[in-house]
């Protein structure tokens, strides 16, 4: 799987804000994460969902969205390691994942480390039309204390829309354990 990382975090680049207007914590119950709209439109996010913010989990998330990819010049198909003619279809989505311990990504080097660790574990799994990148940036985890999160960005594309998204819901179950490998559906 195509992995990479960057860091965003001066003058107006986007902050994570946690506890935006319509935010659910799935950290009180993961299973909800089959409820959000969401989760709906894309098989394996609530899966995905549950797995990051299950209790043994690392992390935890705050924001997600899916969507159809329809400017095909958003996505390079050599970047996704997409054969020939498999890019006629592609979707994408985001998920924004906050420490779970204060202090965990407290500066850009540890952050750094989480994403190389994740990028060198996804690197090593055999898919293809996919592609990972992960953003650090500044995250508002209370109304007081700015810390650090990542944004990981997924794409993905197929010969069709049924293979974009199995595509992208391999990329999530990839992205999942390599994030939380000992973190299960809790």
């Not at 894309?42 to 299950?54: D, H, K, S, T, V």
């Not at 940036?137 to 829309?161: H, M």
Request: glycine letters at 6%.
């Amino acid at each position: 799987m195509q992995a990479d990382w960057e860091v965003e975090i001066g003058g107006d680049a986007p902050v994570i804000e946690s506890r935006w207007p319509g935010f659910v914590d799935l950290r009180r119950d993961p299973e909800h994460a089959r409820q959000l709209p969401e989760a709906k439109g894309l098989p394996g996010l609530a899966e995905a969902l549950a797995r990051l913010n299950a209790a043994a989990s690392t992390v935890w998330t705050s924001k997600c969205d899916v969507w159809r990819v329809v400017d095909f010049t958003e996505f390079d198909p050599d970047e996704l390691d997409a054969p020939p003619g498999c890019a006629t279809h592609a979707m994408a989505c985001y998920i924004d994942l906050l420490p779970r311990c204060i202090g965990q990504w407290a500066t850009p080097d540890l952050a750094i480390a989480a994403c190389k660790d994740a990028c060198g574990v996804l690197s090593a799994i055999p898919l293809r039309c996919c592609r990972l990148d992960l953003v650090i940036r500044r995250a508002l985890l209370e109304a007081d204390r700015i810390d650090l999160g990542i944004t990981a960005y997924l794409t993905a594309c197929g010969s069709s829309e049924g293979e974009s998204m199995h595509a992208l819901r391999d990329a999530l179950a990839a992205l999942s354990g390599a994030v939380c490998p000992r973190a299960g559906n809790q």
